[in-house]
């Protein structure tokens, strides 16, 4: 967490909609293939606590401006983006969103084939799948699916996936998706293969 550094969100490099912004988090790990994955769950974390406590917040992916006297990026670690944190003009606005049945799929065990989720799918998976599609994604493009795959060792079996986009950010978007998805259907409900 940054805290009164005015320069990250200033100048040609910064989003319009951002002023007067001087906290943030630096979201930055080990470089690793599951980074920016892990960065979106664990950020979306930080998003809603800081929500709760009355706070807006913003994920930012391209359109700040790198500090390093502010903040430390090891050699064996990746800036991944920023989430700016501070009191906004508005609480948001409500964004479009796709439905259950275009970001679900439930495979079929006796049949050996997947088809698009229905009314056949558990209940808890589709509150987590409803959870998920309130979830914050880069221009709202909502690049992740879910699928409901069925029991295994008398646990629930469920698997997500990143979509492709243009725009990219399909990794962050999908760790915040599943993140949303556990609140919603109850982390202790299913496992996630």
Known sequence: MIQNETKAFTGMLSYGSFSGVKNYFVMVGKKAKDLNERVGYYGEKLVLLAQTLGLNTCWVGLSYRKVPEAYNVGKD?????????????TQGVPHKIKS?????????????????????IPSWF????????????????????????????????????????????????????????????????????
């Not at 990746?78 to 501070?86: D, E, F, R």
């Not at 079929?108 to 229905?118: P, Q, V």
């Not at 409901?148 to 990219?168: E, L």
């Open 100 to 120: 259950v049945g275009q970001v679900s799929r439930s495979v079929a065990s006796t049949l050996g084939s997947s088809k698009n989720a229905g009314d056949s």
């Open 77 to 89: 670690e990746k800036l991944v983006c920023m989430i700016a944190v501070g009191y906004g003009e």
């Open 126 to 193: 589709r509150k987590g799948v409803e959870a998920a599609l309130l979830a914050p994604t880069a221009v709202n493009q909502q690049k992740f699916s879910f699928e409901y795959v069925g029991m295994n060792n008398n646990r629930h079996q469920v698997r997500a996936k990143k979509g492709i986009s243009m725009i990219g950010y399909t990794q962050i978007d999908l760790g915040i998706a599943k993140y949303h998805f556990e609140i919603g259907a109850g982390k202790d409900t299913f496992d996630w293969v």
